[in-house]
């Protein structure tokens, strides 16, 4: 099975949670680490790749409570 990923990207004045080659956001959010919760809660085990303003990706893994 393939690792799941989502994206944290900034779209205008607020930060969207999108899914690769997804057309539409699966959640808006005001802050980036508002954007971040419900990406989380999207897939879990999801790899969130957070942009930043300059267009740069960071890699967040996976939170495993076990």
Request: glycine fraction near 4%; avoid cysteine; proline fraction near 8%.
């Given at each position: ?18 899914r ?47």
């Amino acid at each position: 099975m393939s690792q799941q990923e989502l994206f944290v990207v900034h779209h205008g004045s607020v930060w969207a949670v999108k899914r690769p080659d997804a057309e539409r956001s699966s959640a808006l959010a005001e802050t980036q680490a508002e954007a971040i919760e419900p990406a989380r809660e999207l897939e879990p085990r999801a790899v969130i790749h957070v942009q930043n303003r300059h267009g740069e990706f960071r890699q967040l893994t996976p939170f495993d409570p076990e």
